[in-house]
């Protein structure tokens, strides 16, 4: 409808955004919350005073989208070594996204938004960690296998249901942060089901899976500043699984709950990466009648519940926004802005810089001195809306300059102010100005944006069309989190037409034989694996620790005999190997044949308990001896009685010499003094009845 | 070859897929549930890519994911519902301005513009000036754009007919008063078809600008937007009215050059920077704005008549021979059995070739075959005085070439065999002449330049001026 070009104007700007507006597709019904009775009375509540079925009343459902990385030697589609870190910068590349065309004709509203940024893209390269294939100048090498097998792998430990050929498929992406404007992806596996005990609502819930990727990660983002985004490519490129939930998470712990349940059984395949970044997730958030939000790569699962909680809140407010703008009549139409170029030539908007007076405040005499363009828009039937709150801290007009941020590239803030902020930066005498120039009422209101010409030509089109999205309440958006649990503005959610298949890759049929294989040698999983730990006598937080620490499988391979061995090597495993690392500054793996030894003599008796520890440790670090002789040292020596007898016999003069303030205090020091002596070879019972006997000690306050 | 109905209802699948399929009446674009000894999917059945396998079938599932199942993995599938939709590129008016130059786009067939069909990957050109004010709308600030299509090959597929056909329309294009002509290309062979235009179309008075892409326009990090816009830009108002080729200069999205067209070499498999001027420097940077920066002080001005000297033959009968170490007389003596009329040796060094083959050129040149030597190693002079193999050589009839590749001299013998097919003199005299730029008086000092790699300096340099 670009019918109304003013005379003599050329109706293409220079710049070279298309004439397509974003068509808001209808969301997917996959993105809708299946309740629509939103309890829009429901009062604001802080995270921990909500119980679960507190969440249930605000219809609260939440999904996960984890991103684990995974460990193999290589990239997916090229032969870079992966995880490797870099900060250092050989070159430099520059590039644009253009939008194309979707199946319907139309341009992708995700895509549309990129282009309209009409940002620069910086690519920051390393050689070592990059090729050609990274920045978009080489056709793909052939999917990794290392990659697939795991994958297949992690997808079999979730229980699901893996295809026979994978199809690569091109997923775009134009925020610029994978140069080709695509991510490579392909579907590993669908639909499972895993139990889900820890869930806050119940033992005999399951989480059920939707589908698992296989796709190479996208780069680093190093700034973000006007026109100009900054890339680090070391991560690019790099093999990840996603894993997407179905919205089984009804509680914002289930969610954290869920989160490390999806970790740790990724992490059982032994073959993911680990560390900050390793894993990531998306989290998808609705409430009764709202759709689907997604808030991108969060990194902690301890931060997660929070942020669902507050995003939960901001859906209400803005469906409570919607409410009152839909018993105030506002429509679409109301909001309608002509296609116009400047679009501050519309009624809804106009050149204000004439309406400025001297005694506006600071940023605005700046703008004025830069020669900026100042627009005023009005939003009718407003009056209030911009100050409603959204989230701890922030109000709606929050959700407008994140738009404006991110779309319009306005950076040096502020770089608006609206008639609902008690502390605007304009004068009371302006607004009324502004107002009777626009031909506002007391009902309406108006904001005030000043910048760069064409960013502001932007930022009035995204004011109002921020404002009409208020009348269908959430719109479906990617967030970022912020570290104090709220969200900002990321890009608009793409709809699946931006899915496309992958000419560059041919099919690659899974061979059976892979499957077998990986079905045969499949590790425990770990829910199954602590249950186990637990029948066998260790406490659940043991059992826990085994797991999460890695020391499950030579937990296993050492298998003391009894519950008691299998509690003091779980102790050993958490404490003792720790310490030695952290000395060492080495995970080193020991070796099971070494520490099998002092298990085995532990069990059979030949080693008495109390030198477990000690010859744990030194079968850790005397590596140059064999483990027999490193047991001997304890268990095999000739005559412990002999030798308790000469200990007592130098004890008794320096004994004799101290004082203590109790009996037992004597005993316990006359015990530190001789036990070393014969730890291992008799019990600590033994050794105490000896001394007592020999120093003829008071027992009554033992 | 192809059963019309059926094999559109099975495009792509082959038995024992296909029989799978019948046996449970499940068709391209069916909606399917399929239970298989791998678990329960849904979705769209696709057609099938012809090089594919023909064990699985293609599914679309409602994420947008294509997976595949296998033919023996299938337990059961129940058509659901059937959804074909036919991909159509959006069409706009091209506005059209009276105040702006006129450009003709021929198309060839490569992609320089393209849309993707969703669903099966393939990619539908856009060509009509609607489909391509439809995906590239900056061309309508440029010019009045009308297009024409002439074949639909690929790149590898131009050749001797195709050039005379293309040569044909551009004359016509002068002589109706065009302020410019656009050529879309695929660029595997993009700098043989521009030395062939630069010799059957000379004293242009207009510009002739050869553009591709090297990153299909489906992808949103596409190279052909702006190649093209480029391309318009120097075609509807660039100062140089000669063949070029118009491509990225550097990987980044920065500038392109303009390549005399038999000056220019395609010198990467996949690299957008991949048009390289050989022994010389380019004629000019096109900007952003449009705007033009001259680089070389020589080139054909535009003009306002219509003068061009159109000279339209090719002979097929040429070839280009590589010289390796080895070789073998019987190669050169099969030419002359199969009636070769000419050959462009590619020599080492200077221009060498070894002394066994030396008979067979003898006989040959007796044969009234006209033998050219030129260069493997792309820059550089052929000269045949410093050693003395080199003087054997020319005293076997051998003609050296200057500094014109391997390429052009194989183009510039063609076209100068199909012009004077009984006038043996009248070809050598054309081939040792500069018709049109393929040979030069001399190197400029920057004509060779292909950095090193990791070295400080090189490092330095593309630090700043980003590739």
């Known amino acids: 409808m670009g019918s109304g070009s003013p005379a003599g104007r050329c109706t293409l700007r220079s710049s070279p955004v298309p004439r397509h507006r974003p068509r808001a597709s209808a969301p997917a019904p996959i993105d809708l919350n299946p309740r629509t009775d939103t309890p829009l009375d429901y009062p604001v509540r802080a995270f921990g005073e909500m119980t679960p079925q507190d969440y249930a009343t605000l219809g609260f459902m939440c999904g996960l989208e984890v991103h684990q990385q995974l460990d193999t030697r290589g990239k997916l589609f090229c032969r870079c070594p992966g995880g490797r870190w870099t900060t250092r910068v050989d070159a430099e590349v520059l590039r644009h996204m253009r939008p194309t065309l979707s199946e319907l004709g139309e341009y992708d509203g995700t895509a549309l938004m990129e282009f309209r940024t009409r940002k620069e893209i910086v690519y920051q390269l390393d050689r070592r960690t990059v090729c050609t294939y990274e920045i978009d100048d080489t056709p793909p090498f052939p999917i990794d296998d290392e990659s697939v097998y795991v994958a297949l792998q992690v997808a079999a430990l979730y229980g699901l249901d893996r295809v026979s050929e994978l199809q690569v498929m091109r997923k775009q992406y134009l925020d610029g942060s994978i140069p080709t404007g695509f991510q490579r992806t392909a579907m590993v596996a669908l639909a499972g089901a895993l139990p889900f005990p820890d869930s806050e609502l119940g033992p005999d819930r399951m989480l059920r899976i939707r589908q698992l990727t296989l796709e190479e990660d996208s780069c680093r983002e190093v700034s973000d500043i006007g026109h100009r985004i900054v890339f680090r490519t070391d991560r690019l490129g790099m093999p990840l699984t996603e894993t997407v939930t179905e919205p089984d998470l009804l509680t914002p712990r289930d969610v954290e709950t869920g989160g490390r349940m999806l970790a740790r059984i990724a992490r059982a395949s032994g073959r993911v990466r680990r560390g900050a970044g390793a894993a990531r997730q998306d989290v998808n958030v609705s409430i009764a009648g709202s759709r689907r939000v997604e808030i991108k790569g969060v990194s902690q699962h301890r931060v997660l519940p929070r942020l669902v909680h507050i995003e939960a809140f901001r859906h209400l407010e803005l469906l409570r926004i919607r409410a009152l703008l839909r018993e105030r009549g506002v429509t679409a139409e109301l909001l309608a802005l002509p296609q116009l170029d400047p679009p501050w030539e519309s009624p809804l908007a106009l050149d204000a810089r004439s309406l400025l007076r001297d005694a506006d405040a600071e940023p605005l005499q700046q703008a004025r001195d830069r020669g900026d363009m100042v627009a005023a828009v009005r939003l009718p039937r407003f009056a209030g809306v911009l100050g409603h709150r959204t989230q701890p801290g922030h109000c709606f007009d929050h959700e407008i300059i994140e738009r404006l941020r991110v779309i319009a590239c306005l950076t040096s803030r502020p770089f608006m102010t609206h008639s609902d902020d008690p502390n605007s930066l304009v004068r009371a005498a302006t607004w009324r100005e502004l107002r009777a120039a626009l031909g506002a009422d007391d009902e309406d209101a108006i904001a005030l944006v000043w910048g760069p010409h064409d960013d502001v030509a932007t930022a009035v089109e995204e004011i109002v069309g921020r404002c009409r999205e208020a009348l269908i309440g959430v719109p479906s958006e990617t967030r970022q989190a912020h570290r104090n649990g709220t969200t900002g503005f990321e890009r608009i959610l793409p709809g699946p037409e931006r899915m496309y298949p992958d000419t560059d890759t041919p099919p690659w049929p899974v061979p059976d034989a892979w499957l077998a294989e990986i079905d045969a040698a499949l590790p425990e999983r770990p829910d199954v694996r602590e249950a186990r730990y637990i029948d066998g006598g260790l406490s659940p937080r043991a059992a826990r620790l085994i797991i999460d620490d890695d020391h499950a499988e030579l937990f296993d391979t050492l298998a003391p005999a009894t519950a008691l061995g299998r509690r003091r090597l779980a102790a050993a495993l958490e404490c003792r190997l720790v310490a030695w690392w952290r000395e060492t500054d080495a995970r080193t793996a020991p070796d099971p044949e070494r520490l099998r030894a002092v298990v085995e003599a532990t069990d059979t008796g030949r080693l008495h308990p109390e030198a477990y520890d000690t010859v744990f440790d030194a079968l850790l670090r005397q590596s140059e001896r064999t483990p027999s002789s490193v047991v001997d040292d304890w268990a095999g020596r000739k005559d412990p009685e002999a030798a308790l007898t000469a200990a007592i016999g130098s004890l008794r003069p320096r004994l004799a010499a101290m004082r203590f303030s109790s009996e037992p205090a004597r005993l316990r020091w006359a015990l530190g003094q001789v036990m070393p002596a014969v730890l291992g070879q008799l019990t600590l019972a033994d050794v105490r009845a000896r001394l007592i006997a020999a120093f003829d000690i008071g027992e009554q306050d033992a | ?467």
């Open chain 2, 1 to 467: 070859m192809t059963e019309p109905t059926e094999s559109e209802d099975y495009k792509g699948y082959r038995d024992p897929m296909r029989g799978v399929m019948q046996r449970f009446g499940v068709t391209v674009w069916s909606e399917i549930h399929a239970r298989t000894t791998r678990g329960d999917f849904e979705g769209l059945v696709l057609p099938r890519s012809e090089t594919a396998d023909a064990d699985h079938l293609i599914l679309k599932l409602v994420s947008g994911y294509n997976i595949g199942i296998r033919h023996d993995t299938v337990l059961e599938m129940r058509k659901v519902g059937y959804r074909k939709a036919e991909y159509k590129i959006p069409e706009e008016p091209f506005p059209v301005d009276p105040g702006k130059p006129r450009v003709m786009l021929f198309g060839t067939g490569g992609t320089i513009a393209s849309r993707l069909d969703y669903r099966t990957g393939a990619v539908i050109p856009a060509f009509s000036p609607g489909e391509l004010y439809g995906s590239v709308p900056e061309l309508a600030d440029i010019c009045n754009l009308e297009t024409e299509k002439l074949f639909g090959v690929f790149s590898e597929n131009m050749g001797a007919p195709q050039y005379l056909v293309l040569a044909e329309h551009v004359g016509k294009a002068i002589a109706d008063g065009y302020d410019g002509v656009v050529i879309g290309h695929g660029t595997d062979t993009m700098h043989h078809t521009a030395a062939a235009l630069s010799f059957m179309v000379q004293n242009s008075p207009i510009p002739i600008v050869m553009v591709g892409s090297q990153r299909s326009s489906d992808r949103p990090s596409s190279d052909a937007a702006r190649n093209l816009i480029a391309a318009t830009w120097a075609a509807a108002k660039g100062p140089i009215a000669e063949v070029v080729v118009c491509m990225f200069g550097p990987t980044s999205d920065r500038y392109n050059l303009l390549h005399r067209g038999t000056r220019v070499r395609k010198m990467h498999s996949s690299y957008r920077s991949t048009f390289r001027t050989l022994g010389d420097i380019p004629l000019a940077m096109v900007h952003e704005d449009g705007s033009i920066e001259h680089l070389h002080e020589n080139y054909q001005p535009r003009r306002d008549d219509r003068d061009a000297k159109v000279q339209i033959a090719f002979e097929d009968k040429v070839t280009i021979l590589y010289y390796y170490p080895n070789m073998q007389p019987d190669v050169i003596d099969a030419l002359v059995q199969c009636g070769y009329k000419g050959i462009v040796i590619a020599g080492t060094g200077l221009g060498h070739v070894n002394k066994t083959v030396y008979p067979a050129l003898r006989r040959a040149r007796d044969a009234g075959v006209q033998i050219y030597m030129t260069l493997q190693t792309l820059w550089g002079f052929v000269q045949m005085h410093v050693y003395e193999t080199g003087r054997e050589i020319l005293d076997l009839g051998v003609i050296p070439l200057a500094n014109m590749t391997p390429e052009v001299g194989y183009i510039k013998l063609g076209w100068a065999l199909g012009l004077h097919p009984n006038d043996p003199e009248r070809v050598r005299e054309l081939m040792t002449a500069t018709v049109a730029g393929e040979m030069t008086e001399g190197e400029p000092f920057d004509g060779y330049l292909v950095l090193q790699g990791g070295v400080p300096e090189a490092a330095e340099l593309i630090r700043k001026v980003w590739w």
